[in-house]
């Protein structure tokens, strides 16, 4: 990403602007990420219409399915990730999809702040490691472990 903002002669992002950053913009950014890693995996794994493409990916990129894969991966998030999560799910956004429980909405919202910061940060393994782990919570149907702090 740095690369990228040197080549507009743009200021780099020091890691610590980045933890500052509004978590809104943070999940901004990390939607459009998330999304594109979703849809690289669905054309190399399924040969079919952009339409029905499109339709495959929402079972993995729904409000409900990034709520289910962000309190699935609670556990295996470092302090400082499970904070940003929080940070994105406790933002008021002004608006929830017609089809999403705020409560996965807001957690929704705080996984892909997790995605906009590793973006931001140049995590790329962890941004790799993190959807895959998604993919399978999704296609596995994992469920979280419950009684974990901050779970709700």
């Known amino acids: 990403m740095n690369e990228f903002l040197r080549e507009l002669t743009i200021e780099e992002l020091k890691p610590m602007e980045v933890q ?3 978590p809104l913009k943070l ?3 990390g939607d459009a990420v998330y999304e594109a890693y979703i849809r690289t995996y669905i054309i ?3 040969t079919t219409t952009p339409n029905a493409m499109s339709k495959l990916a929402v079972k993995y990129v729904k409000a409900s399915a990034q709520a289910q894969i962000a309190k699935v ?3 295996e998030l470092s302090e400082a990730e499970w904070t940003i999560i929080k940070r994105g799910r406790n933002q008021k956004s002004g608006s929830v999809p017609k089809n999403a429980l705020l409560s996965d909405y807001k957690y929704a919202t705080g996984f892909e702040a997790l995605m906009g910061y590793l973006y931001l940060v140049g995590e790329k393994e962890r941004i790799f490691k993190l959807i895959k782990r ?3 919570i999704i296609e596995n149907d994992e469920k979280p472990v419950m009684n974990t702090p901050d779970a709700e």
């Open 20 to 22: 500052m950053m509004n």
């Open 27 to 29: 999940a901004y950014l």
């Open 134 to 136: 998604g993919i399978e």
């Open 44 to 46: 190399t794994k399924h």
């Open 73 to 75: 991966l609670q556990p």
